[in-house]
C-alpha cells in the first residue's frame, strides 16, 4: 500500500463502483461536521453529546442499508457499526469505560470476520504482535490491576482486526491502521499521560478509519459478485 493510493480510495468507489455512494455519504459527512462544531465538552456528558457523536457511524450503518441491501456479509459490517455506535455512547460516561471497550472489542471481531482469513498471511501477524505488543505492555503497566485483563484482551482483539484488515489491503488495511492508531492514543492519553490534541487526533482517525472499512464493504462485495 502507498499514500496514493488511500488518496485514492474514496475517489474510486464514489466514482467507479456506484454513482449515488457519494450522495448517500452525505449524512455521514454532514454529521461529522455537526460533530465537530459541536464540540461538546467531554466534562459535560448527556444523551445529546451520546446522540452527536454516535450519528456518523449511524448514518454508515444506513449508508451500507441502502447502497448494498441484504446479505450476511454486509450485515457483519452494519453489526460492527451498531456495535461501534453503542461503544461511543457508553465512552461518554466515564463509569461505562468497561461496556463501551467490549462493545468495540465485537465491533473489531465482527470486522475480523467480515474480512475472512484468505490469505492467511502469518508473517504480517507476527510483523504486528512485534510492533504493537511492545506498546500494549507498554500501556498495561499503567492500567489498573483490575481492568488490565480487559485491556489486554482488547489489544490482541485489535491486532487481529489489524492483520486481517492489512491482508485484506486496500481501504481495509487503511481503515485497520487508522483504527488502531485512533486507539492508541486513546489508550496513552486514557491511562499513562494527557496528550495535547488528543480527542481531535482520536476522533479524526476514528471516523476516517470506520468510513474506510465501510467502504472496503463496497470492493468486498463486488468483488465477490464479479
Excluded: N
Excluded at 161 to 190: E, H, I, K, P, Y
Amino acid at each position: 500500500m502507498d499514500s496514493g493510493k488511500a488518496g485514492q480510495t474514496l475517489k474510486t468507489h464514489c466514482l467507479a463502483q456506484r454513482p449515488d455512494v457519494c450522495r448517500w455519504l452525505s449524512p455521514f459527512i454532514l454529521s461529522c461536521c455537526v460533530y465537530f462544531c459541536l464540540w461538546i465538552p467531554k466534562d459535560q456528558p448527556s444523551w445529546v453529546a451520546a446522540l452527536v457523536k454516535c450519528l456518523p457511524i449511524l448514518c454508515l450503518a444506513g449508508f451500507l442499508w441502502v447502497v448494498s441491501p441484504g446479505g450476511g456479509y454486509t450485515r457483519l459490517f452494519q453489526g460492527a457499526l451498531l456495535c461501534s455506535a453503542v461503544g461511543d455512547a457508553c465512552l461518554i460516561w466515564p463509569e461505562a469505560f468497561l461496556p463501551g471497550m467490549a462493545a468495540f472489542a465485537t465491533t473489531h471481531l465482527l470486522y475480523v470476520w467480515a474480512f475472512g482469513f484468505s490469505p492467511l498471511q502469518p508473517g504480517l501477524l507476527l510483523l504486528i504482535i512485534l510492533t504493537s505488543g511492545p506498546y500494549l505492555s507498554l500501556v498495561l503497566q499503567h492500567v489498573e490491576p483490575d481492568m488490565g485483563l480487559p485491556v489486554a484482551a482488547y489489544g490482541l482483539i485489535l491486532m487481529a482486526m489489524l492483520w486481517r484488515g492489512l491482508a485484506q489491503g486496500g481501504s481495509a488495511g487503511w481503515g485497520g491502521l487508522l483504527f488502531t492508531l485512533s486507539d492508541g492514543v486513546l489508550a496513552w492519553d486514557t491511562f499513562v499521560q494527557p496528550l495535547p490534541y488528543a480527542r481531535l487526533v482520536v476522533m479524526t482517525t476514528y471516523y476516517a478509519a470506520q468510513l474506510l472499512i465501510t467502504l472496503s464493504a463496497l470492493r468486498s462485495q463486488m468483488a465477490k459478485t464479479d
